[in-house]
């Protein structure tokens, strides 16, 4: 059985309903993946390694993650830290606001938790997810300590995935998300950048930009996201233009990343090429896209596999 594990956070959502009510929900970018990607792969054992607090919301995202047949035996229960939470607002005209409760996160203590025999046993995986979201939240002292397991990981023959996600409000300094960021590029096999992560920091606004500046990391597999223009792939010396099929009923766009990155992979572990992966996923994300929230019902999802 092929194995992946996600390393990053989950999160409490709250999203605002009328003026009494709030729906309350867990998304976060490596949770959102782990869940298409097991939706369309059961095949795929597919773990989130993570630390949450002692406290009944941290017991509901954990129920949760078993509800989608999430393995959560690197889920850590910190002592006295709880569950980050975010509040999703949206204004009259649709435009959406985020409040978030994150800064003192159980999440960011998992690093404390990778000790030898959990690293030794993710040693035994197939591949290894993490996201520029999950390095911001690793607490800054950790991260070098971070760098150092990752590579016990990347000698042990697991292959390394990072998707930048960039979130400037989570980073002290553009300086800082671009020296762990070309940290992680230079690590990994597999990457999965949105054009507009790059922008921000780099300059970079295409997908030629993209290829341009990550040629010297030396990935295996480069797969460039672009919205609803196309996803262009750069694997063993070949560059490829996937045509992406624009959805016209766009409800709400988060996770559609994220979705595209478990499915894309789900479909990489089990032996799927790279444009048949491709397609797989944009028809995931595409799908995604037209529900509110980042986890849509199990049941629209579904027509990702007909
Ligand atoms: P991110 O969510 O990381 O910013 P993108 O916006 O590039 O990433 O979207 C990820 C994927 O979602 C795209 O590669 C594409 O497959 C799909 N997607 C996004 N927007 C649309 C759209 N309007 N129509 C169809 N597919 C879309």
Known sequence: MKKIHFLGECMVELRAG??????????????????????????????????????NL???????????????????????????????????????????????AAARKVVDFLNSDVLAELATGDMFFFSGISLAVIEEDARSLFWEKLELLKNAGIKLVFDPNYRARLWRSEEQAKEQFERALHVSDIALPGVEDLTELYGVDSAQGVIDFCRPFGLQELV??????????FESETLLTHKITPVTNVVDTTSAGDAFNGVYLGARLTGQAVSGSVQLAAKAAGIVIQHPGAICPVAAFDAVKS
């Not at 009510?21 to 298409?36: I, R």
């Not at 830290?81 to 649709?94: F, I, P, R």
């Not at 460039?224 to 792939?233: A, F, L």
């Open 224 to 233: 460039i996201k672009n919205g609803p223009g196309s996803v262009v792939t």
């Open 18 to 55: 009328d003026a009494s009510t709030m729906h309350q929900s867990f998304a976060g970018d490596v949770y959102n993946s782990a869940v298409y990607l097991k939706r369309v792969f059961p095949e795929v054992a597919t773990s989130i390694v993570t630390a949450v607090g002692q406290d």
């Open 58 to 104: 941290s017991d509901k995202m954990v129920a949760t993650f078993e509800q989608e047949s999430i393995d959560t035996r690197y889920v850590f229960r910190h002592e006295s830290k709880v569950a980050g939470l975010y509040l999703v607002e949206t204004d009259e005209t649709g435009e959406r606001s985020f409040t978030y409760w994150r800064s003192d």
